[in-house]
């Protein structure tokens, strides 16, 4: 299902080298499938497609199915990094581009996001649209105290109370939290919300097909069954211990462009709108897992054919550090074909009954040749079209070729030593009590 292509790199590397890089990657395959590397407590990832109960999927959709019966129209889910990268990756890549406004959209519950930022216009904004619609919430968090979320969740939930009273509240709340301890656990099962948890053997950049992913999956009305059955073909092919394995392909090909030939940043390139938060969910996967001890390849991602026009001149002309995986799409799944015109004054009637998808498939072939004949290798990760059953592989194989990769790298991909930085210095900044030392040593080299 997911195909990895590696053609557009031949010209730049030794096969050699290649042959040799392979070997590494299944070594490092070979930790990963052995469940004893650094940060094997968090491997809980790898038996979801196939373990996950449809039990909790029935408790996702009974949730979703209340809130509709009170008529909500609106879902406010509060997370920040893997607690929304994922499930916002999904509903942007399976619903209707204009699915706003689509009068056929007008009965279902809308999803949107809080608790990723700190800005006070787009949470004063977001409140905007929650005064005007019949609101619910989903809170994410495992501690319930990540200032983010939490400046969120205290503004909605006082909403919802003062809107509906406690009784009600109650009934419009759910927590995704940890299953024992943390402040928003203690609130849960003291307001009585509904609960669902966060597996502790589960990083938060790898629980999209966790109850963190499933519950805003499922109230935006999309088909989580078929993303898990797409990831359990994709873990059935990424377990096979070959060379020919496209994890093993990715991270091989990835890791040798990066510590032979100077690659220092990849690129995620992708030719529908769709996968733009593909390409977000990617970097802070990539990014949270191979960035430490001073090594890794920094992570970005452009939209094609849009961004051709714009970092697109960096790409062809600019300093040789990147190379780029292309997420190609094979077939699209509507039909668009560009008409005549009699009077051709923008010269496209050479194009006359082609499909607009053909076009987009010549521009990504000759950008592919461009950028190839300007220095760039590229990597091409294939599937057949956008639906769900794609997206779960897609899923699972970047989680998967990332665990080997970083593990190739000689990095834990599971932990995140670095996240913890801006905080203590945030909260310095803030006063928060407990940090009066910090306050005094930060506000000293401020000179305030």
């Known amino acids: 299902m997911v195909n990895v292509d590696l053609k557009g790199c031949e010209s730049f590397i030794d096969a050699a080298q290649y042959k040799k890089s392979v070997e590494k990657a299944l070594e490092a395959f070979d930790v990963l499938q052995s469940e004893k590397g650094a940060g094997n407590d968090f491997l809980g990832w790898k038996v979801l497609p196939t373990e996950t109960p449809d039990s909790l999927i029935k408790e996702c959709e009974a949730v979703r199915d209340a809130w509709l019966a009170k008529g909500v129209n609106l879902v406010v889910v509060i997370g920040i990094g893997g607690s929304y990268l994922g499930a916002r990756c999904a ?28 800005s006070e216009e787009y949470l004063a904004e977001l409140m905007d649209l929650v005064a005007e619609r019949n609101v619910a919430c989903v809170n994410i968090s495992k501690s319930g105290t990540t200032t983010e979320p939490a400046v969120s969740f205290r503004i909605v939930k006082e909403h919802i109370e003062k809107t509906y009273g406690k009784a009600e509240a109650k009934e419009r709340i759910v927590a995704i939290t940890d299953a024992k301890k943390g402040a928003l656990k203690t609130l849960a099962t003291q307001e009585g919300y509904k609960s669902f948890i966060v597996p502790d053997n589960v990083g938060g950049r790898f629980s999209v097909l966790t109850p963190v992913g499933i519950l805003p999956i499922v109230l935006a009305g999309l088909d989580i069954r078929a993303i898990l059955a797409g990831a359990a073909e994709a873990k059935k092919a990424v377990e096979v211990r070959s060379e020919e394995n496209p994890a093993i392909k990715y991270a091989a090909m990835r890791n040798l ?3 032979e030939y100077g690659k220092k940043v990849e690129v995620l390139v992708n030719y529908n709108p769709k996968f733009t938060f593909l390409g977000e969910w990617w970097k802070q996967l990539y990014g949270e897992s191979e960035g430490k001890d001073l090594k890794g390849i920094f992570p970005a991602s452009v939209n094609f054919t849009t961004d051709l026009h714009s970092v697109g001149q960096f790409i062809q002309d600019g300093d040789r550090c990147m190379f780029e995986t292309v997420v190609n799409v094979k077939n699209a799944t509507r039909s668009v074909v560009i008409p005549s015109d009699e009077q051709n004054l923008d010269q496209l009637n050479y194009l006359a009954g082609q499909h607009v998808e053909h076009c987009n498939a010549m521009a990504q072939l000759g950008t592919k040749l461009a950028h190839i004949d300007g220095g760039v290798p590229q990597i091409e990760v294939s599937v057949e079209k956008i639906d769900a059953k794609t997206l779960g592989a897609l899923f699972f194989f970047f989680e998967f070729a990332c665990g080997v990769s970083a593990y190739q790298l000689g990095v834990n991909p599971f932990n995140q030593p670095g996240v913890e930085a801006y905080k203590k210095n945030m909260f310095a900044l803030l006063h928060k009590p407990g940090f009066e030392e910090q306050t005094a040593a930060i506000e000293k080299r401020l000179g305030k």
């Open 91 to 118: 509903i942007e890549a399976l619903s209707h581009n204009f699915a706003k406004q689509l009068k056929s959209a007008k009965d279902k519950m809308e999803v949107v996001f809080a608790g990723n930022n700190l």
């Open 257 to 259: 462009l990066y510590s």
